[in-house]
């Protein structure tokens, strides 16, 4: 459910669908939406060059960071994700087709970050392939989007737009600094960061720092303590 917003502005989201700290910031993102215009922007973690198949080595890296963010941030992380897609070697994790479908769902009906929020519980959850088109064209159809337009709007959307995107994301990323995720409230054209890591699976703290802070500029902040970076996510 997305509210009535508060005041003029706006926060910028930076994500990576296949970055477990933004999912663990998912209850944040969701929460913000009923008070605030929430804009993403996806910045390609596992995209490009950066893609990679599952292997012995990149489970045992994302494994005992992903049992952290369950730790910290309540979120829940399935056994079709832990033994089911973490020990699939033919699984590639590529961030640039998922970005893709967030896109098509903005350009269909505004329902971007309600897609992301299917993808990221797809992925974590499910264990199910969100870099796979049919994957990705089924999860949208179950959030609403008619197919034939969302299909017309993801084909579209691919190749050149969505990198497109990606470099405009991660030069955002570079202007303001931080990681995935990173949240930047915009008043009057002024771009503050948001330290989110207070918050991390209290929803109810976030919504009240944010009443408080919206009518007025934000406070500056170091940033969140609990993110990914290009390279891959911290504990």
Not at 37 to 48: F, I, N, P, Q, S
Not at 176 to 182: A, E, K, L, R, S
Request: include cysteine; charged fraction near 20%; aromatic fraction near 8%.
């Amino acid at each position: 459910m997305v509210g009535e917003p508060i005041g003029n502005a706006t926060l910028h989201y930076i994500y990576d669908p296949m970055c477990g700290w933004c999912y663990g910031a998912a209850p944040l993102v969701s929460a913000a939406r009923e008070l605030v215009a929430v804009r993403a922007h996806g910045g390609g973690m596992m995209a490009g060059r950066n893609r990679q198949h599952v292997s012995p080595q990149l489970r045992g890296y994302v494994m005992p960071h992903d049992r952290r963010i369950a730790q910290l941030t309540g979120q829940p992380f399935g056994e079709a994700y832990f033994e089911g897609l973490l020990r699939d070697e033919t699984t590639l994790f590529d961030s640039e087709p998922p970005i893709t479908a967030v896109l098509a769902a903005d350009a269909v009906a505004g329902q971007g970050l309600d897609l992301l929020a299917r993808l990221q519980r797809a992925h974590y959850v499910e264990g199910r392939r969100i870099a796979d088109a049919p994957v990705l064209h089924e999860l949208a159809t179950e959030i609403g989007l008619e197919r034939v337009a969302f299909a017309r709007a993801f084909e579209q959307a691919s190749g050149e737009p969505t990198q497109a995107h990606i470099a405009a994301s991660r030069a955002l990323l570079a202007r303001i600094g931080g990681g995935f995720p990173t949240f930047a409230l915009e008043r009057e054209g002024r771009l503050e960061i948001v330290d989110i890591g207070p918050h991390l699976g209290h929803s109810d703290t976030w919504k009240a720092w944010l009443r408080a802070h919206l009518p007025a500029a934000t406070a500056s902040s170091t940033g969140p303590a609990f993110r990914c970076s290009l390279d891959g996510c911290a504990i």
